[in-house]
């Protein structure tokens, strides 16, 4: 059996991180296991649905270095569809119901009053076929509900009745379908909701494995009965925790919070996304991982935790300054280079630079302190300008290196008695304008004597 997962999104928005979380695990867990990733489209919603957003979903999972080995969209496959629908009915097993939605409120709130659970009552089985002539010549069309079964003879007698399985996440899972309501599968205008082109489409894909978020978890004992009434076994199912953000919100596609295009654009590495996106809420420490590889080592979905997980955009940034701090220039060459970063002295600058970036984009404002001149003007005192005069007449002849910022410092300090701080913040400040940033052993050679004495307040 070759294991086959498949992520799911409806083209309707942006993905989010928790998208990308569940995104990440089918992933991972089909990396560990040589197994398929199959990229779905839920589309069957035509009028929210767009190419647009579907192309911006593959080219984020491309970003964060998921490649599908197939892409499948659900509104190309309505006659399959149609086919399942018409297999249920004749079954008896997909019934027509003509409540609209205020009778079913109605009789929800009734059902409440009586001390009963607020499911749909299967009011529609009892229509005779002249009632239900009646209600059509009256305007009303059918939506239609798949018959659970959680009863023995009569439907109106339902009795607990559990689906169980082993979640690959949470372990021992179990939904008593007598506390639910009849899906509806189909709408009164034909079109279908989410429920059964799903079953339908991990049947014909050939679905081993189905992870997704807890929200879910009830759904899963409904798509488990629909999976059997098509006489088909049911794939293995996990679900994960769910992400939020630190006042404990949800995510959404529709506002755009968090989505993978805004963390990428404000420079934040695939690496950082997928590394926390899969870690956080889990037994496993949040570590920057810089390959799907070695991720895919360290995960295992069984130490993902039941509780909500709450996700900080500042974690982000920590992991990012790890991958970048020790990511090789032969990773980063190109890209620098699209920052007009390139040259000879490109992968030096790089090595010295990439521990003090939080975005490899930052390396840019780096990169002109070395070519053009210092950030800013320096304040300094009276004495410390005397001393920098002094220390630049110390500056030693070329060729330089590493050992180039000892040597001149050590002869400034015999020179003149400081140290500490006092020697090296005034140097700071002249060659770079800043009180901080890389190593100056490592910045002076990339300067060289001539831009350094350019640098003389």
Same mark, same amino acid.
């Given at each position: ?88 009915k ?6 027509a ?15 409440r ?17 002249? @009632? ?17 079964p959680? =009863? ?48 339908v489409?991990?049947?014909? =894909? ?35 925790n ?26 934040? @590495? ?15 420490n ?7 590889a070695?991720?895919?080592?360290? =995960? ?10 709450? =996700? ?8 990012n300054?790890?991958?970048?701090h ?5 990773d ?24 003090n ?8 404002a ?21 001393f ?8 030693? @002849? ?22 500490g ?17 890389? @190593? ?18």
């Open positions: 059996m070759t294991v086959t997962v498949r992520f799911a999104p409806s083209p309707t928005g942006h993905i989010h991180i928790g998208n990308a979380r569940s995104a990440l695990f089918n992933w991972l867990f089909a990396l560990k296991n040589r197994g398929r990733f199959i990229q779905r489209f839920d589309d069957t919603d035509v009028e929210r649905s767009t190419q647009a957003y579907a192309n911006a979903i593959l080219y984020d999972l491309h970003w964060l270095g998921i490649f599908p080995d197939t892409v499948q969209y659900q509104s190309k496959r309505f006659a399959i569809y149609d086919e399942a629908v018409e297999r249920l004749q079954a008896g097993l997909l019934y119901c003509y409540e609209t939605p205020e009778e079913l409120d109605l009789r929800r709130k009734i059902r009053t009586r001390g009963l659970p607020p499911v749909y009552g299967r009011e529609s089985l009892k229509l005779t076929a002249e @009632e239900k002539q009646a209600l059509e010549a009256d305007g009303r069309r059918p939506h239609w509900r798949f018959l659970l959680n =009863f023995e003879g009569d439907p109106f007698e339902t009795h607990r009745t559990e689906v169980h399985w082993l979640d690959l996440i949470r372990g021992e899972e179990t939904v008593d379908l007598a506390s639910l309501s009849d899906p509806v599968l189909v709408r009164e205008d034909g079109t279908y909701l989410y429920t059964l082109p799903s079953v489409d991990d049947i014909d =894909f050939g679905v081993t494995h189905v992870m997704r978020g807890d929200d879910h978890v009830t759904n899963t004992g409904v798509q488990i009965a629909l999976f059997r009434a098509l006489g088909a076994v049911p794939p293995a199912f996990g679900h994960h769910l992400l939020t953000t630190a006042a404990e919100e949800g995510l959404s596609k529709r506002t755009g919070a968090l989505s993978i295009g805004s963390l990428r654009e404000s420079g934040i @590495e695939p690496m950082a996304v997928a590394s926390l996106a899969v870690l956080i809420g889990t037994s496993e949040v570590s920057a991982y810089s390959s799907m070695e991720l895919a080592e360290h =995960f295992d979905p069984a130490q993902t935790s039941k509780s909500a997980a709450k =996700f900080d955009p500042a974690e982000l940034t920590v992991l300054r790890t991958l970048l020790k990511m090789p220039f032969e980063a060459r190109e890209r620098l280079a699209a920052l007009s970063i390139s040259g000879e002295k490109a992968e030096p600058f790089w090595t010295a630079v990439r521990g970036l939080d975005t490899l984009a930052d390396a840019v780096w990169w002109r302190i070395v070519r053009e001149g210092r950030a800013a003007e320096p304040e300094l005192s009276q004495d410390d300008r005397a920098l005069n002094q220390a630049f007449d110390l500056l030693p @002849e070329e060729p330089w290196d590493r050992s180039t910022w000892k040597a001149w410092t050590d002869a400034v300090r015999e020179a003149t008695g400081r140290k701080k006092a020697l090296f913040m005034p140097i700071r400040l002249a060659l770079t304008g800043l009180a901080s940033g890389p @190593e100056l052993a490592d910045l002076l050679p990339l300067l060289g004597r001539e831009g350094t004495l350019a640098r003389r307040p």
